[in-house]
């Protein structure tokens, strides 16, 4: 409640105190904005999935049009061995490439769709070094550089989606 002079003191000075409880509010609104937004994000982040149960990515690949055999080629070559050599070392359970069987609208278009299943969340998000792997997959890091370049060259657009299961049987 506002004292008894409080009321004739706001007629007369309402744009000082206006903005007096602008900067007052402004800091309590700002910490409040940002629990309500960070809280809810960290605790869905912290749970995706249990940390012994295998984690699923997949990566779209949309290519500019003309340029998807390539796309694929350089694909086999500079990165799928990477990615078999991450599955015998048990970082990846499996590793599988998808490609629409049917053409879509431009917007909703991809051209290739790579999916990791890995063995956990936390294997999945934790950081992994591969430059030793990539030294000895490919001895000449110019020329894998530079196809690795090519390859990210002719794409369009390229997301990842990490994705849950849903059980239709529990009820």
Same mark, same amino acid.
Request: hydrophobic fraction near 45%; glycine fraction near 2%.
């Given at each position: 409640?506002w004292?008894?002079?409080?009321?004739?003191?706001k007629?007369?000075?309402?744009?000082?105190?206006e903005?007096?409880?602008?900067i007052?509010?402004?800091?309590?609104?700002t910490?409040?904005?940002?629990?309500a937004?960070?809280?809810?994000?960290?605790?869905?982040?912290q749970?995706p999935?249990?940390?012994g149960q295998? !984690?699923v $990515?997949?990566?779209?690949y #949309?290519?500019k049009?003309?340029h998807?055999?390539? =796309?694929l080629?350089?694909?086999? /070559?500079?990165?799928?061995?990477?990615?078999?050599?991450?599955?015998?070392?048990?970082?990846?359970v499996?590793v599988?490439?998808?490609q629409p069987?049917?053409?879509?609208t431009?917007?909703?278009?991809?051209d !290739?769709? $790579?999916?990791?299943?890995? #063995?956990?969340a936390?294997?999945?998000?934790e950081? =992994?070094e591969?430059?030793a792997i /990539?030294k000895?997959?490919?001895p000449?890091?110019?020329?894998?550089?530079?196809?690795?370049?090519r390859?990210?060259?002719?794409?369009d657009a390229?997301?990842?989606?990490?994705?849950k299961?849903?059980?239709?049987?529990?009820k």
């Open positions: 409640m004292p008894a002079g409080a009321l004739v003191y007629q007369k000075h309402s744009a000082i105190l903005e007096d409880l602008v007052r509010i402004s800091p309590a609104v910490l409040l904005l940002f629990f937004v960070a809280l809810p994000a960290a605790s869905h982040a749970s999935t249990a940390s295998p !984690f $990515v997949e990566y779209y #949309k290519t049009w003309g998807a055999d390539e =796309f080629k350089l694909f086999k /070559k500079n990165h799928y061995p990477l990615l078999k050599k991450e599955v015998e070392m048990g970082r990846m499996k599988w490439m998808d069987r049917y053409h879509t431009e917007d909703g278009r991809w !290739f769709r $790579v999916t990791i299943v890995f #063995k956990n936390t294997v999945a998000n950081p =992994f591969e430059d /990539k000895q997959l490919w000449d890091q110019d020329a894998y550089a530079r196809e690795e370049q390859r990210f060259e002719i794409l390229h997301w990842d989606l990490p994705v299961m849903v059980e239709l049987d529990v």
